[in-house]
């Protein structure tokens, strides 16, 4: 079974939006449109808590964009986003959601981020999704969605240390770009990790 991961495609990362990554709303056609090639399809969630560690405003005297230890590990701090049960959290409202078997809600704890689908940042929680794939006979998984440099990257890079065969579908894809080249720095780490980059073209 190849199943769809569809990261974060929330409104918080589209332009308008708390985190807003550039052109994010360009991916979302694409994303409905590859629903089509795909029978198992699962969405992650950034699922917040307002006291979140990783939002600047709850480390008094820190900016966005700093770099913190949070419970031992670096944290870039962001603006607050993605905060539970608000507008900002939702999907984007042009996401085709019929189709979507399963969501997977991360970074819920207030002490430590979870970029990753799979996993916390320091691999201590796993969300579920692992098993939900093996349940499935899941042996390959095609990546999209938001933000490449980021949560896309992170999930991608567990899914083929877990052995899945792993594809991110590049042109569905956008970065924060927090730095300069964070997005092709992105794509190297995928690779070097054994990711597959491919086009949409290739499964539409
Ligand atoms: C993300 C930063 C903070 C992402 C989530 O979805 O890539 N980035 N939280
Ligand atoms: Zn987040």
Request: aromatic share 6%; glycine share 8%; proline share 5%.
């Amino acid at each position: 079974m190849h199943a769809l991961l569809l990261i974060d495609i929330q409104n918080d990362f589209i332009p308008g939006g708390a985190l807003a990554v550039k052109e994010g709303d360009q991916i979302v056609p694409l994303a409905n449109s590859l629903q089509k090639s795909f029978k198992l399809i699962i969405a992650t969630q950034d699922w917040h808590p307002q006291n979140h560690g990783s939002f600047a405003a709850n480390q008094p005297g820190k900016n966005i964009g700093e770099i913190i230890l949070l419970n031992g590990l670096d944290q870039i701090l962001w603006p607050v986003h993605c905060v539970q049960n608000t507008p900002g959290a939702a999907f984007h409202p042009n996401l085709k959601m019929d189709k979507i078997n399963r969501i997977f809600p991360k970074g819920t704890d207030p002490e430590i981020d979870s970029y990753s689908g799979f996993f916390d940042n320091g691999h201590k929680k796993d969300t579920g999704l692992a098993k939900y794939l093996q349940q499935n006979e899941v042996n390959e998984v095609s990546i999209c969605g938001l933000a490449t440099d980021y949560c896309v990257k992170y999930t991608a890079i567990d899914a083929a240390n877990l052995g899945f065969k792993t594809n991110v579908i590049i042109d569905a894809c956008r970065g924060v770009e927090l730095n300069p080249g964070d997005i092709e720095k992105a794509i190297r780490e995928m690779k070097e990790t054994g990711v597959q980059i491919i086009e949409s073209s290739a499964v539409l």
